[in-house]
Nanobody
Framework: QVQLVESGGGLVQPGGSLRLSCAAS????????MGWYRQAPGKQRELVAA???????NYADFVKGRFTISRDNAKSTMYLQMNSLKPEDTAVYYC???????????WGQGTQVTVSS
């Protein structure tokens, strides 16, 4: 059973930065497509960024140029560097890992990010 644990959330002022981490255990991390999603109160969960096993990435338009996703397969860990944070980035951020064919998908418990002055 794959387990994903996020960390690094918190309260930050607008314009500030945070780095989220997602540590995986119980599976072969390198084969999974990994992604960060977020869900704000009253809104649907949405994709923020995703990274494939060999490092190919894609980003939601609302974070392009501000957020960077990365992974360290040797450490079974994925990261999200968030810069130039805005109040509208406030949400619970979730880590997801799935097989390429989508037959298996796993979620972390989420970490709260609050951007406020």
């Amino acid at each position: 059973q794959v387990q994903l644990v996020e960390s690094g959330g918190g309260l930050v002022q607008p314009g500030g930065s945070l780095r989220l981490s997602c540590a995986a255990s119980g599976g072969i991390f390198s084969i999974y497509v990994m992604g960060w999603y977020r869900q704000a109160p009253g809104k649907q969960r949405e994709l923020v960024a995703a990274i494939r096993s060999r490092g190919g990435t894609n980003y939601a338009d609302f974070v392009k140029g501000r957020f960077t996703i990365s992974r360290d397969n040797a450490k079974s860990t994925m990261y999200l560097q968030m810069n130039s944070l805005k109040p509208e980035d406030t949400a619970v951020y979730y880590c997801n890992g799935r097989t390429v064919d989508g037959t298996r998908s796993y979620w972390g418990q989420g970490t709260q990010v609050t951007v406020s002055s």
